[in-house]
DNA sequence: GAGCACTGC
């Protein structure tokens, strides 16, 4: 039977003509649909002579690689060794899939879409091959059509890492090129590209910083200080449905930047993107945006980017998924689960596993113990069940298990967070069972610093659409939806972008950074308009950063400001190890700090909660949580150091999380190294001039502090809430006069978590404390 | 006296 596209609502895609319109490009008029959606039955029809696939030029064409190499590749050698011959054999039996692609059918339109306009809005159905197969394409063949005088390079942004490097190594593959030579990824920690790499594909941070940190202030009201990305002709944001913080700033960006760019080419008298061939600079060209997303309503992406043309929709390679509701709402979602899981193993129709999304990962524990328990009572002759729970902090070697082949007679239940959702691709399911739940941390804003709290959620309409879609990759499957069908008429269409829900100061920051207003800035969807969240957001950032001395102005960003961006921190923490450098403890900031952005220190299992705070007494340090972390950590390294214990023995005896020390290592490596940079010994210690590393901590949360009162509870300095420490910290029970903390988080009470003691006196010293007492002295 | 979804530089 041949795979039928599965229909996931897609709002607003019988849209009328203008913006939001979209045409479908899946298939060319010579090719049936079936034919192109099969992968079992491959066409030996030639391309057709369509200007696209026949030989272009430089060598490039849409033959199989082998044929035909380019430039780039023969330069590198390519091909020419061992390695390269292998490489061209692998491009050649990757040739016979790529080409029944849904996106290489319609690449004809596609391509002429994007040469005619500025900016081409992608939609691209989950298979379609648009990530892929849209860099080879315009890599290729937009040469052949006069457009440009060389094969044009492209930027392609990712939300996550692994998709970036994932992607650059399959295109890789498929050209027959190896990894950083024609084709390349940038993330944090890896950079694999060359001087040879056309097609750079990178997370969306590193893009942001690229711009952050190679602009100047706006100087103009063309606002020339914006780098200008010159060293791409095509940038490409993938993913954008998923209008995470950085997918809109970049969008903002890029506008401006190919506004800039149009006039400066119209200037020297370049058209479409010529590159000069004169002495001197290259003359500056045209910058072409391509917007890629899923099939959803583009009309906010078609407005922002004031094009022209409706998006382009392709289809995609799914399967058929049947959706069923519950008649009444369900009362304990778990059990429901559970109840769900077994009646799809016992009912026995159909093979493939199932896959359950939970709110979090308690929850999931519940469900799995409960199915484990299920299982023991199905007959001898029954398949076996195999439960997987999956969330984000589980140990490595469990998540592993998700990929590794299921035993004979076995059907697998994976239980798992929204993890499964976007970030985690679990092969074999073509059953899923959504509960409609989910979590998401909440911010509220207060002139006195942030609260925050992970608050229990519905589900979007999208995203259960996405969570649908996880049974039908592979075959047909069914989708079970633990809510009615009238619960799901009321869930929201879509996720508020990200930008409406958290905090805004690092974006800001980069924004400034580019020479651009925060308040002026064109945004895809405004943050301060619908945001509920109390302060205005930009407002709130805007503060934040003038606290810590980062900026001077909407458009002004200080000489320390710039220094903080050097960092792959949040501009508090970014501070915190400016001020070590004057404070002579870079080493323990920086230990600190790594571990800060890496994730819980603690195992935190209630059951053995006495133990876990037993074990952090034996690396006590009296001023807090801090330092008794560093503690740690150095005690980690250490063990690893001197390989006379198992690091991994120690960890679990001393209920260590290994997971966020490995990860705060390669924080630590990259801080020293930058560190390094700016002319500082990242070694440099203080000793045993504790205070050093308290004044360090403060520069950069002083919001976040709270002085002892007459009853023993805590109160803001900034404000004037109540609140106690959290009773995991060293400091919990002990009376010190101040405290400093990361965050403040709602639960069953105000909790100050990781927590230090500093003297209030500091405090003064501190320039907003100065300014305000300057201010009160003078009236 | 505890209740933590997921990313990224």
Known sequence: MPPIPASPLAPGSQQKSGPGKKRVVNYDSDSDSSEAASPAKPKSQAPRANGLSSETPNGFSASSPSRKRSKVQAKNGSGKDKDGEKRLKEADRLWETRRELPFYQGRKTVLEEILANETTIILGETGCGKSTQLPQLLRRNALSLDHYKRAPKIAITQPRRLPAIALATRVSAEMGVAVGEEVGYTVRFEDSTSKAT???????????????????????????GLNLLLQYDVVVIDEAHERTLNTDFLCGALKTIQRIRKGLAGKNGNGAGSSGKGKGKEAVTKLKIVVMSATLDPSKFVRFFETERPALIVKGRMYDVTTRHLLEPAEDFIETAAKQVMQIHCSGDGEGDVLVFMPGAEEI??????????????????????????????????QAKIFSKPAENTRRVVIATNIAETSITIPGVSYVVDTGFKKEKEYIYRSSGALE?????????????????????????HCYRLFTEAAFGDLIDFDAPEIQRCDLAAAVLQLIAMGQNPFEFEYIDDPGRESTLGLIPVLAAFQTLSGLEAISGPTTITPLGRRMLHFPLDPSHARILLSSFTHSCPSEIIDILSLVVSGPVWIDRSSERDATAAARQKFLARE???LTNMNVFRAYLAIK?????????????NFVNTKTLQAAIR?????????????????????????????CLLSGLYMNTAVVQSDGTYRQTTGS???????????????????LYDELTITTAMYARNVSQFEQSWLTDLPPFKQAAKANGST
Request: glycine fraction near 6%; proline fraction near 5%; aromatic fraction near 2%.
């Open 624 to 626: 807090g949580d801090h």
């Open 667 to 695: 924080v630590r490596d990259q801080l020293r190294e930058l560190v390094r940079r700016e002319g500082v010994d990242p070694a440099l210690s203080c000793g045993g001039d504790k205070d050093s590393v308290g004044r």
């Open 198 to 224: 056309g097609v750079r594909f990178m997370t969306e941070g590193v893009l942001m910083r690229e711009l952050a940190n190679n602009s100047r202030e706006a100087s103009t009201s063309e606002q020339q």
């Open 641 to 653: 150091d001197d390989k006379s214990e198992s690091p991994a023995k120690w960890a679990k005896e």
């Open 365 to 398: 524990e519940t469900c799995a113990d409960t199915l484990r328990r299920a299982s023991k009572d199905l007959p001898d002759s029954s398949d076996k069940l195999a439960i997987l729970p999956l969330y984000a902090q589980l140990a490595p070697a469990a």
């Open 721 to 739: 809430l109540q609140v106690k420490i959290h009773p995991s910290s060293v400091l919990m029970s002990k009376k010190v006069p101040a405290i």
């Open 453 to 477: 709290h992970l608050k229990l959620k519905s589900v979007s309409k999208a995203a259960a659409w996405q969570r649908t879609g996880r049974a039908g990759r592979e075959r047909a499957g």
